[in-house]
């Protein structure tokens, strides 16, 4: 509200002033008379008697333009003061965006407030941080060049097309980097597991992907990194749509296991036999509900999962019993899930595990501080691994709990590693060599050490405790 009057009181306050200059002017005062008259209309004070139409319009913007100027000062006199009281709490938060889904997550937290125009921010006084512009590249240069006012704060950049991996280590600062599409397809995976088919029934499953876009990339990234149930499982990816370099890098995949990706040729469309025997379809284009239908004429009784930024209700309305919306931002945007950083913990706990057993030794009573020291010192694909490490967490405790063995989690979790890196274009090499992303120990489970295989466990008691308290 406040935005809008100063957007007026800045583009308008001119006018009153001309239009008097011309309505003085017809009405024969002198010059140096009108501009005087004119200038007094901002006061509420006409100080010339003469009046004409043209006179009575530049009193009534003059008003208006005087009232819309003293309400503006008392909204940025009432911003700052609720951006000081905020400022006060532990959990603060300034959110710098310029749509409506950065308003959302503002309105997520409790003690937070808004920032549109970085250029005229001053105060740095929150404690967290977000970048959430709808040109990622403003949320980075943003944070860049505020980096030195921001340091000792902890901050959380939003990213749509960037691959976080790719990013340079943030040991000098607290900075947090989340992926919208990751955001969605970890948290479609989550609601949407096939947990049950296949731990507990043992059964094949087909999933289609009929859209090779970002988000449908998401949403087999992630399935084929966590959706790791049993050894034995038979999984296959359908995929339609794929670039000719997509389908080049995809087509030379290792699943490590029984799984298949099979990606087909032309448009899904052509393959209506193919889709009908699909357990699960999903549909990630822009507008779904054509798509929906199709699929529908073919069988009302498909699962269809489709994507849709905002809530559509064709749930409700459709006649199509196992139809299932996702990738809502007003969901998947919440504190929860960026702030409250919950899966963060967890990968901080992976890492720093991974280095008590390098180093031979127990997790200390007090160790909060050298584990984030640790975690600030990779780099973002480190990161990104010891998430993804995070991620299929829960899904080792639940196979723990049925009776799955040590032994078989290790080979598991070998797999799921292997995945995690030749997704993210590492290839086997009998050196190590980083720049080039490569690993020797990219090899099948039983070709490894006794050594190696146990690195594929959580190491240390106490830190396994807290993560099965956080899965």
């Not at 609720?82 to 603060?92: A, G, L, V, Y």
């Not at 489709?306 to 006649?319: K, M």
């Amino acid at each position: 509200m406040f935005q809008l009057i100063e957007k007026f009181v800045r583009r308008l306050f001119w006018l009153p002033f001309a239009l008097g200059l011309v309505g003085y002017g017809v009405a024969g005062v002198p010059f140096a008379d009108s501009i005087y008259a004119s200038a007094a209309l901002y006061f509420v004070n006409p100080v010339n008697d003469a009046s004409n139409l043209v006179i009575l319009l530049a009193k009534l913007l003059a008003l208006l333009v005087t009232t819309g100027f003293l309400l503006s000062i008392l909204g940025n006199v009432w911003t700052r003061f609720k951006q000081f009281i905020c400022n006060r709490f532990e959990d603060s938060a300034c959110v710098y965006t310029d749509n409506a889904y950065g308003e959302q997550l503002a309105d997520s937290m409790k003690h937070s407030y808004l920032c549109r125009d970085l250029s005229e921010k001053k105060d740095f006084g929150a404690h967290d941080h977000f970048f959430f512009y709808t040109d990622e590249q403003e949320n980075l240069r943003g944070f860049a060049e505020h980096a030195d006012k921001l340091e000792g704060k902890r901050v959380f950049i939003g990213v749509k097309q960037m691959d976080p991996s790719l990013l340079k280590d943030t040991a000098r600062q607290d900075v947090h980097y989340f992926n919208i599409l990751e955001l969605m397809a970890r948290s479609y995976w989550r609601k949407y597991p096939l947990y049950r088919e296949v731990a507990e029934e043992g059964k094949a499953q087909q999933i289609a992907i009929l859209n090779d876009n970002p988000e449908g990339e998401a949403v087999f990234r992630y399935g084929f990194m966590n959706n790791l149930y049993s050894l034995s499982q038979q999984i296959t990816y359908h995929i339609w749509g794929c670039t000719p370099a997509r389908k080049a890098f995809l087509s030379g995949l290792d699943t490590e296991n029984g799984d298949r990706i099979v990606l087909h040729e032309g448009d899904w469309h052509d393959d209506p036999d193919i889709l009908q025997t699909m357990d699960r379809v999903i549909v990630t284009e822009e507008s779904p509900m054509k798509s929906i239908e199709e699929l529908l004429y073919l069988d009302k009784n498909l699962t269809i999962h489709f994507f849709s930024e905002t809530r559509t209700g064709y749930e409700e309305i459709l006649d199509a019993p196992n139809l299932a919306e996702f990738g809502n931002l007003k969901d998947i945007l919440t504190e929860d899930n960026i702030r409250r950083e919950l899966l963060y913990r967890q990968a901080k706990l992976c890492n720093y595990d991974y280095l008590l057993r390098s180093e031979n030794r127990t997790c200390p009573e007090a160790y909060e501080g050298e584990m984030e020291t640790a975690w600030r010192k990779l780099d973002g694909f480190k990161k990104s691994s010891s998430i993804a490490q995070a991620d299929h967490y829960w899904i080792k405790k639940r196979l723990k709990e049925n009776g799955t063995d040590e032994e078989t989690l290790w080979e598991m979790e070998h797999i799921r590693w292997c995945r995690f890196l030749k997704i993210s274009h590492w290839k086997y090499a009998e050196k190590r060599d980083n720049s080039r992303r490569r690993h020797p120990l990219l090899v099948p489970y039983a070709e490894l050490s006794e050594k190696e295989k146990a690195k594929d466990g959580i190491y240390d008691a106490k830190i396994r405790q807290e993560m099965d308290r956080l899965a």
